[in-house]
């Protein structure tokens, strides 16, 4: 019987390790981490991240191929194949801070899998890290090896969150990068052949270990650079008149361009574009391509932007203050269908409200009381660190409220900010609303989810992302 164990029991290792053991039931498949807390909500019945799909998978596997365990060692000094799906975020200081990935975490992780091997192992890269890390890991395993072969691949996942399970049983792709020898193509072969249960053999690409490692960046940093494209399109569409959804339509049915990631809205977020740029941006930097690195930079230039002027949108609005006045902001997580807050736009928008002395009402479907006020009190960086080296508990606010009702967190409010795109929103009672709201009664809308012109109908004065602005708010410009 053929071991993995994977190392990480976060967003990737859960998800991608419980459909392999679905997928391969003659696999026996092992996620470890040194979290306990993390491990025990695993073995629960309440699972520690919010995927659709997920809770059927586990129930289905685990106990029987599929286990979850603190008891890290010995699990990788069993296996065959050892997964590494520990976080690489991005480094607060020192050489390359702000841009650079921290390697802190993968680096402590090979020297276990060397020092507490007894047979030859295939590593596989499955967190995001930056090109040659495979270098200076394989180094590290081949100087401790005590006599053991060490083969290692990069494997980087491409799971879109909301959708991880759907994305695992029919990727787009999967791609295995390894060394172009003999040891390095049996690697490739043998981890080729466990997601051959299930995946075609002509999705799965085999590459050389650099290009496996770059296309995750590029992949992120193409996707992110789209949404940046169209938010800098829907400031010009406020501008002029235009409809961004409209104009995004237009450019979307374009065979060569294709309609995917072209919604406007208040910008990205999740643990990977911002941070996947950053770590592009600083190897072109390290590689002297400054001309490179610049044009990627600008990508998350204009994501600071959207937000930033999001909230200069909200507060000239508001008769040019938004001081004490109750704000009701609609969902926190960065996209619908996750419980994940990593880089929302949410965030930066509350802070720049609260910095106005906004008083906020803040409802999400997925997202705990805990974490929303750990999050705006965490610094840039802070949250991709493990939970024992952040912010015991947030310190109380006495600005923010978390309600678990929308209609709870409108009540009279003088605006209302939609941040995530949760089919909820499109279907509140608007009348209602209006009814129980302070007046003039304004909705932001920062996902384009609403109905203007009904919404303009009952009585709101309405913003929308790059759509053709309310009489109102022609009359106050916002300050970029």
Request: hydrophobic share 40%.
């Amino acid at each position: 019987m053929v071991k993995i164990c994977c190392i990480g029991a976060g967003y990737v290792g859960g998800p991608t390790m419980a459909v392999i053991a679905l997928k391969c039931p003659e696999v026996e498949v092992v996620v470890v981490d040194i979290a306990a807390p993390r491990i025990n909500a695993w073995n629960s019945d309440h699972l520690p991240i919010y995927e659709p799909g997920l809770d059927d998978v586990v129930k289905q596997c685990r106990g029987k191929n599929l286990f979850f365990s603190t008891d890290v060692e010995k699990h990788v000094a069993e296996a065959d194949i050892v997964f590494v799906s520990v976080n690489t975020p991005t480094k607060t200081q020192g050489l390359g801070a702000g841009k650079a990935a921290d390697l802190t975490y993968w680096e402590s992780a090979a020297r276990m899998i060397a020092d507490v091997s007894k047979t030859d192992k295939i590593v596989v890269e499955k967190s995001t890290v930056p090109v040659k890390t495979a270098e200076a890991i394989e180094r590290i395993l081949t100087h401790n090896r005590k006599g053991i072969n060490f083969t290692i691949l990069s494997n980087p996942e491409f799971l879109a969150e909301g959708t991880a399970i759907a994305d695992l049983f029919k990727p787009d792709r999967v791609l295995i990068g390894g060394r172009e020898t003999p040891e390095g193509q049996k690697a490739i072969h043998a981890l080729r052949d466990v997601y051959a249960h299930w995946v075609p053999l002509d999705r799965i690409l085999c590459t050389n270990l650099w290009s496996a490692e770059l296309s995750k960046l590029a992949a992120n940093a193409f996707l992110a650079q789209r949404i940046s494209s169209v938010n800098a399109m829907s400031a010009l569409c406020e501008a002029t008149g235009a409809d961004v959804s409209q104009v995004s339509h237009s450019i979307g049915t374009d065979s060569r361009i294709g309609p995917k990631f072209l919604n406007a809205s208040v910008g990205f977020g999740g643990s990977c574009f911002q941070k996947d740029i950053l770590n592009l941006v600083y190897i072109c930097e390290c590689n002297g391509l400054p001309e490179v690195a610049n044009y990627w930079k600008q990508v998350i230039k204009v994501n600071d932007y959207q937000k930033n002027r999001f909230v200069n949108r909200v507060v000239s609005s508001m008769f040019n203050t938004v001081s004490g006045k109750k704000i009701a902001v609609l969902g926190f997580a960065f996209k619908k269908d996750t419980g994940d807050t990593r880089e929302t736009p949410a965030i930066d928008v509350c802070k720049g409200l609260l910095g106005d002395k906004a008083k906020l009402s803040i409802y999400d479907p997925q997202v705990s009381e805990d974490q929303i006020m750990r999050d705006l009190a965490m610094k840039k960086f802070d949250w991709d660190h493990p939970a024992h080296l952040q912010p015991l508990s947030p310190t109380s606010n006495k600005q923010v409220s978390v309600v678990w009702d929308a209609y709870e967190a409108i009540k009279d409010a003088h605006g209302i900010c939609i941040m995530t795109e949760w089919d909820e929103f499109k279907n509140l009672d608007y009348q209602k609303v209006h009814d129980s709201m302070q007046k003039p009664a304004f909705v932001f809308d920062g996902r384009n989810v609403v109905d203007v012109n009904k919404l303009r109908e009952i009585g709101f004065i309405v913003y929308s992302i790059g759509k053709p602005l309310d009489s109102w708010l022609k009359d106050m410009p916002a300050v970029a």
